[in-house]
């Protein structure tokens, strides 16, 4: 079945494409929904007149993501968690630690566009992607430190919090 997106579907495209889908997955998912309409004659003349809107509200996401990420680079936030002797925490470092982590810093992420394959359960230094369009992937580093550890190189964790106060809000979808 044919179909236009109305919105950006995860794994499938972007706004304002014209794809071929399996007709249950658009009658039971898409159309309902709201993601997508029947691509007729009346809807691709509507989405043609349309397109251009589109492309530049694209482009304009997508310009903010990557300044996002620009922005990010910098960043690296500090956790401090109890562990054992060996680095092991008790317990996990989650996507959940890590956006109230950045909002400390003064970020707001969407815990959802985290990236993390795998809760983190060591102690160490790490580097976490986030999706911030479907066409930019950013990256910031994570250091989980024992809790009583002496912090290292104090200078260089409040030149990251400084720097990540600089960074606005992640584009919304």
Known sequence: MDIILTKDVANLGLTGQVLTVAPGYARNYLLPNGSALAA???NLKSMARKRAE?????KEAKDQALDFKARLAGVALTLVRKAGDKGKLYGAVTPQDLVEA???AGLTIDRKRLRLAEPIKTVGDFEVSLRLHPEVLAAFKVKVLAEGTPAKEPAQETASAEAAAEVPEAPAD
Not at 54 to 58: L, M, N, V, W, Y
């Open 40 to 42: 007729t004659p009346a």
């Open 54 to 58: 589109f492309e530049a509200r694209a």
């Open 102 to 104: 950045a909002a400390a």
